[in-house]
Every structure is written in C-alpha cells, then in structure tokens.
T-cell receptor
Framework: GEDVEQSLFLSVREGDSSVINCTYT??????LYWYKQEPGAGLQLLTY?????DMKQDQRLTVLLNKKDKHLSLRIADTQTGDSAIYFC????????????FGAGTRLFVKA | DAMVIQNPRYQVTQFGKPVTLSCSQT?????MYWYQQKSSQAPKLLFH???????NEADTPDNFQSRRPNTSFCFLDIRSPGLGDAAMYLC?????????FGPGTRLTVL
C-alpha cells in the first residue's frame, strides 16, 4: 500500500537552513504537499508540487522532487524560531480517490 | 480570511454523552474530510464526502457518524464518546489541487 516516511526530529540553529526529507512509495502520485502544524493548531498548507515538476520555490521555501528516488524535500532558508513546528509530508495517489497519505511528521527545533 | 472553520475550538464532554463537532467551508469545494489526530501523530482519516457521496474508512468505529447537509457544512457526531476518543478533530476541504484544514476541535472526555 501507499506509505510516506519522514525522519521524526530535526534541530537547527537560528539563521541556518533546514532540510526536511520525505520518501513515498506511490509513483503515481499527482500532488505532494508540505504542511506545518504548530502546537494546538490545525495543519497549514505551506506549499505543494505537481509530480511533473522538479523544484518549486516560494520565498524562503524550496521544494525538491526526485521522482526516480521517490524523494521529496523541503528546504527552509534562514530558519527562524517561529519555524519551530511539526512538518508533515503528504501525497495524493492517483489510485486513492480523494485520500491524502500523510507521513508521521518531522518535529523541527530551532535553537536561538 | 478563514476558509475552513471549526466550532467549537475546545469541547468537553462526559463519557458516553453524545457530542457533535461542526465544520464549515467558504471554498465551495466538493470534498470534505474528517480526521482524528492524537499526540501530534499523523492525522487519521475517519471519512470523507465527495458532494453527498459518503466514504467511510474501514477502521472507523461505528461510534463515529457524519452528516453533510449542504456543500458548506459537515458535522461529526460521536454517539458515545469513550476516553480513547479524546483527540484533536480536524476538518478539511479539498479543491482540485489542494486540501485546506480548519484549526481543529480539541475534544476532552471526562
């Protein structure tokens, strides 16, 4: 079945870049997403990439997609303490109807 | 402007006392979802609607029901909440490309 995997923790210093990685199994996925969740809040859609793209940049965020390796990454430039949160990678398989498959989330700690 | 709205943000109920959580969306999207999330785990899909077409996940307990009276509104009914149902409940709405979440309702069961 479909699966999305992420490392559970990442710790960086304020001002450094953060790179959060994700692997997925369904090669037919059309859209891949990054969501941010702060404590006690819902999931905020940060960015997404269509499967025919390799890269997408949006201000401090850069998404890289390697379809061959089924690897997705999110780079946050100049990481700030306000970026501390859980980041979920997610995919929408074409065979899954309208379901979205989420990874377990990567908890990002930003040290001042 | 809020696109997916959930009320209330915090709900306390007693063991076994029915409770209803509400969700509305201003996006006019066809698909709406209810997820359960515990302890910052990945959201677990309970069910979703495509228009009025209801899709239940195989492992969603019968204790959980849903209603979607129109495009904008969707309700989650928990008929007899147990202690294990204490969680964050997230509603989402999906358009062609993207799925937007509401802020969630945190349910406490006493």
């Amino acid at each position: 079945g479909e699966d999305v995997e992420q490392s559970l923790f990442l710790s960086v210093r304020e001002g450094d870049s953060s790179v959060i990685n994700c692997t997925y199994t369904d090669s037919s996925s059309t859209y891949l997403y990054w969501y941010k969740q702060e404590p006690g809040a819902g999931l905020q859609l940060l960015t997404y990439i269509f499967s025919n793209m390799d890269m997408k940049q949006d201000q401090r965020l850069t998404v890289l997609l390697n379809k061959k390796d089924k690897h997705l990454s999110l780079r946050i430039a100049d990481t700030q303490t306000g970026d501390s949160a859980i980041y979920f990678c997610a995919e929408t398989p074409t065979t899954g109807g309208f379901k979205t498959i989420f990874g377990a989330g990567t908890r990002l700690f930003v040290k001042a | 402007d809020a696109m997916v709205i959930q009320n209330p943000r915090y709900q306390v109920t007693q063991f076994g006392k029915p409770v209803t959580l509400s969700c509305s969306q201003t996006l006019n999207h066809n698909v709406m979802y209810w997820y359960q999330q515990k302890s910052s785990q990945a959201p677990k899909l309970l069910f979703h609607y495509y228009d009025k077409d209801f899709n239940n996940e195989a492992d969603t307990p019968d204790n959980f029901q849903s209603r979607r009276p129109n495009t904008s509104f969707c309700f989650l009914d928990i008929r007899s909440p147990g202690l294990g149902d204490a969680a964050m409940y997230l509603c989402a709405a999906r358009g062609r490309d993207t799925q937007y979440f509401g802020p969630g309702t945190r349910l406490t069961v006493l």
